[in-house]
């Protein structure tokens, strides 16, 4: 049984540059969230797809978007990078949001911006 | 005032000694709450949730829930080296998709 995966696993970027990142759910699930995880911090929601559309939102800016395609995979792009969105980037799958929904977290993607 | 907030540690104790995190959130409108484990250098691994007041227990873990005091809490017993790791606290909302993440305890334990 597959789990979450995510790639790249690492990425160095300079400022002002976009970046894409790609996350396949565990087997079975429909609902795909992607988090920002800074140093010594605990995950941050950016937002979740289901049914291909972005259902919640947290609180980030416009350069953060994303895509799910009908297979369940999704993306998530950054455009005009910023030194402070250097992070580790977790995607995590769930069943359809119901709002108790186990999170299984990909490895990440661990993002530099110089 | 963060939404959900953690002891930030570290935390250490002796093999064999039981750990307690504790976890208090700000949302009375929190419906699920969640334990995950995060070694060095990893993702988060779920190894708790508990929806009800009262406890539950899954093998060394408990997992303690009052709503009223908003409080969460893990219970580790016979802590073991392999225990050592961030101890992240997660709460849902109701029908809200989102986790809201602690910024997690360290957990040492020493053989």
């Known amino acids: 049984d597959a789990g979450v995966t995510q790639s790249p696993t690492h990425l160095i970027k300079t400022r002002g540059q976009q970046v894409t990142l790609r996350c396949s759910p565990k087997s079975g699930h429909d609902t795909v969230s992607w988090y920002q995880q800074a140093l010594g911090q605990g995950p941050q929601f950016i937002f979740q797809?289901?049914?291909?559309?972005?259902?919640q939102r947290g609180n980030f800016p416009d350069r953060f978007s994303g895509h799910q395609f009908p297979n369940y995979s999704s993306e998530l792009n950054v455009n005009a990078l910023l030194l402070g969105d250097s992070a580790l980037y977790l995607c995590?799958?769930?069943?359809?949001?119901?709002?108790?929904?186990?999170?299984?977290f990909g490895s990440g993607t661990q993002l530099s911006v110089l | 005032q963060k939404e959900v907030e953690q002891n930030s540690g570290p935390l250490s104790v002796p093999e064999g000694a039981i750990a307690s995190l504790n976890c208090t959130y700000s949302?009375?409108?929190?419906?699920?709450f969640f334990w995950y484990r995060q070694y060095s250098g990893k993702s988060p691994e779920l190894i708790m949730f508990i929806y009800s007041n009262g406890d539950k227990e899954d093998g060394r873990f408990t997992a303690q829930l009052n709503k009223a005091s908003q409080y969460v809490s893990l219970l580790i017993r016979d802590s073991q080296p392999s225990d050592s790791a961030t101890y992240l606290c997660a709460v849902n909302e109701v029908n809200a998709g989102k986790s809201t993440f602690g910024d997690g305890t360290t957990l040492t334990v020493k053989p």
């Open positions: 949302d009375r409108g929190s419906q699920s």
């Open positions: 797809y289901y049914e291909e559309e972005e259902r």
């Open positions: 995590a799958s769930s069943l359809e949001p119901r709002g108790d929904e186990k999170l299984f």
